[in-house]
Each structure stands twice: as structure tokens, then as C-alpha cells.
């Protein structure tokens, strides 16, 4: 059985790719960015921590990272699939889902809002429990940057502290001294947009506390976007 990724067909009303002439030439970019039908510059942008390669992602010719790596628009089919459709268990992208959404929306509408990136821009194993390297989120900043550049996003959200502390001082931002969830968010600038670190939205993640918390500080810029 091939993996699902290679039939996979994106619902294309939900996305936009007006973007796609400029971010095909960003050097470094191994995926793609999703981009939701709705967004505009000056909305947010999300950047994941790292995908994953499960084991059935594997072909008689090629390893699950080797995979999932030469296909382009693989996170943009994981984000239509679990952000939009609502079809499988991806508790990440679940968690981002519902600290996006609009009061009472369970829909994936929030994904057509917003655009979605991941920091690492390599494949790394499920079944291994591999995590980015440090070099990982130095060696994908730069390509972040670009990103943002061409999106222009009012707001960068950093699904995941552990960027944070392998980029301190490359570009502008700070550990809030307030811990929310456990864990203390970071905030700066990048490229020229404002930016937030927050808390790994997998295991242990409180949905409440981080609407709690993006509201209070950007008000209604992330959570409730547009309504």
C-alpha cells in the first residue's frame, strides 16, 4: 500500500498559492508553506517545530524521511488533512487549531485564515522519537526570515520554545518572566513582525491558558482573527 501522502489530493479552495512564485525560490525551503484562503499580509503566521516520517511512509525505493522530504507540498496536504478536514489524530495541529479559532468555532475554518510553516527543515523519525538539533533551528532561520519577508505577517506564532533558546541573539527576543502553562513564553520582533514562542502544542498543553494569554497581549490579532 503506498503511503497516504501520494494520493492525497488538497482541497484547493481552501488555500491560496499567490505566493508560491516568490517562496519556490527561497533557498532551503524543503516544504511548501501552507497559506489559507483567507489570509492576508498582515495576518499570522505559525511555524511548527519539525515534521515527521512515520514508517508507512516508506517505499521500495526510498526511506520515510527520504519520502516525505521530495514531496513539496507535504505540509500543506498534513495542514488541509488535519487542520482543515478534520480527518485523523494530530493533537499538534488540533491544540494550534482551537487556540486559533473564533469563539465556539470546532470547524477548520481557522486554518484558511492563517499561514503555516515548519522551523526544521529536515524530516525527522517518528518511530525514533527524534528531536531538531540545535543546528536545525540555526541553519532554518534564515529560511523563516524569508518566509516572512514574502508573507509579510503582522504576528509570527512559534508553535514550541525549544527554537527560542537555540536562536537567543540571533535575532530579537526575550523570555517573559511569567510562566504560563508551566513554561514561560518568549516575545520579539522578527523581520520586521511581532513574534511569540509559546509552549509545544502536544502533550500537557492547555488550550484555555494560551488563548488566555495570546488575548491579552495581541487582543484579537491571533485568537478571534477577524471576527
Known amino acids: ?12 479552495t481552501a ?7 516568490d517562496l519556490n525560490r527561497v533557498v532551503g525551503l524543503t516544504w511548501l508553506p501552507w497559506v489559507g484562503c483567507q489570509y492576508r499580509r498582515g ?3 505559525v511555524v511548527g517545530k519539525s515534521d515527521y516520517a512515520r514508517k508507512n511512509m516508506a517505499t521500495d525505493d526510498e526511506t520515510p524521511c ?5 514531496d513539496r507540498e507535504f505540509v500543506r496536504k498534513v495542514i488541509d488533512r488535519f487542520g482543515v478536514k478534520l480527518d485523523g489524530h494530530n493533537p499538534t495541529i488540533a491544540n494550534i487549531r482551537r487556540v486559533l479559532a473564533r469563539d465556539g468555532e470546532e470547524n477548520g475554518k481557522a486554518f484558511t485564515r492563517v ?3 515548519d522551523f526544521c527543515q529536515r524530516a525527522l523519525s517518528w518511530e525514533d522519537d527524534e528531536d531538531p538539533l540545535e543546528a536545525d533551528f540555526v541553519n532554518g532561520l534564515p529560511v523563516v526570515q524569508s518566509v516572512v519577508r514574502i508573507l509579510d505577517p503582522d ?16 535575532i530579537d527576543i526575550a523570555r517573559l518572566p511569567q510562566a504560563v502553562n508551566r513554561c ?3 516575545v520579539g520582533r522578527i523581520e ?15 488550550v484555555g491558558a494560551w488563548r488566555n494569554f495570546l488575548q491579552d497581549r495581541f487582543g484579537d490579532r491571533v485568537v478571534n482573527q477577524g471576527a
Open 1 to 12: 500500500m503506498s503511503p497516504w501522502i501520494d494520493n492525497y489530493v488538497c482541497d484547493e
Open 192 to 206: 520586521g513582525a511581532d513574534c511569540v514562542f509559546i509552549r509545544h502544542p502536544s502533550r500537557y498543553f492547555s
Open 66 to 70: 527520504e519520502h516525505i522530504t521530495h
Open 15 to 21: 488555500q491560496t498559492k499567490a505566493f508560491d512564485a
Open 43 to 45: 495576518g499570522v503566521l
Open 115 to 117: 499561514a503555516f510553516m
Open 155 to 170: 504576528i509570527v506564532l512559534f508553535a514550541g520554545l525549544a527554537a527560542a533558546r537555540a536562536i537567543e541573539g540571533l
Open 184 to 186: 514561560c513564553p518568549w
